[in-house]
């Protein structure tokens, strides 16, 4: 099983609601990500996490709280979101951990959550 | 990790190759180059990468230039379902992807 599944796959939400975006990988990887792409732009990484905890947040604002309760599943909590948070928010994952410098990290990414803020 | 410039679009007729070139002529001696695609609406899937030999697997071939500041990502025959966005990156093999920009592939029957 090499794939990497996404739910929703697609979301509507207030400003005022929380809501969550669902991560699932069955490929024993141990680092999981979260990206947000923005129409017609490049993903741009949010979050890293390396054996279940968090390694990297990319200065992300505290309206999106990550969370990744085992080696397979990782969450993205979105409260009091803006209208300009509207995105493809895209899950990734990959063999190796942080710091395997050396190695090639090939990430497989799941089809996203297109996210629409009202 | 070093930046890369690829051209924003390329258009490549049916069944020919499809040169993609990159430049990278900040790398260092440890980076990787990686080349990813996102076909529309969907996630970015992985091609191919190297170090410093070129590359060759099911999907592409990658050629490293000798002094590594740049590398053509080559897909041998293009087909319609080619046509993508393709990102090349360069990392030092650990697990953080910042894309660029990309070069706009377009397949022409």
């Known amino acids: 099983d090499t794939e990497v599944t996404q739910t929703p796959k697609h979301l509507v939400m207030g400003m005022t609601n929380k809501k969550s975006l669902k991560c699932e990988q069955h490929?024993?990887?141990?680092?999981m990500y979260w990206y947000k792409q923005k129409a017609k732009k490049p993903p741009e990484l949010m979050f890293v996490y390396s054996y279940e905890k968090l390694s990297i947040n990319e200065s992300v604002p505290s309206r999106f709280s990550p969370e990744c309760p085992n080696s397979s599943l990782l969450n993205l909590h979105l409260h009091a979101l803006q209208p300009e948070d509207s995105a493809l928010y895209l899950c990734?994952?990959?063999?190796?951990?942080?710091?395997?410098?050396?190695?090639?990290?090939?990430?497989?990414f799941g089809p996203g959550t297109r996210l629409t803020v009202l | 990790d070093a930046k890369t410039t690829q051209p924003p679009s390329m258009d490549c007729a049916e069944g020919r190759a499809a040169n993609l070139p990159c430049n990278h002529s900040?790398?260092?001696?440890?980076?990787?180059v990686y080349w990813y695609r996102q076909i529309h609406s969907q996630g970015p899937q992985y091609i191919i990468h190297?170090?410093?030999n070129n590359e060759t697997n099911e999907m592409a071939s990658l050629i490293i230039t000798e002094d590594r500041k740049s590398s053509t990502l080559i897909l041998p025959h293009a087909t319609l379902r080619d046509t993508a966005v393709y990102y090349c990156?360069?990392?030092?093999?650990?697990?953080?992807?910042?894309f660029g920009t990309g070069t706009r592939l377009t397949v022409i029957p």
């Open positions: 900040t790398i260092s001696g440890n980076e990787y």
């Open positions: 990156i360069v990392t030092s093999g650990t697990n953080n992807l910042f």
């Open positions: 490929m024993g990887h141990r680092a």
């Open positions: 190297g170090l410093k």
């Open positions: 990734a994952s990959s063999h190796y951990a942080v710091g395997r410098v050396g190695s090639y990290n090939e990430q497989f």
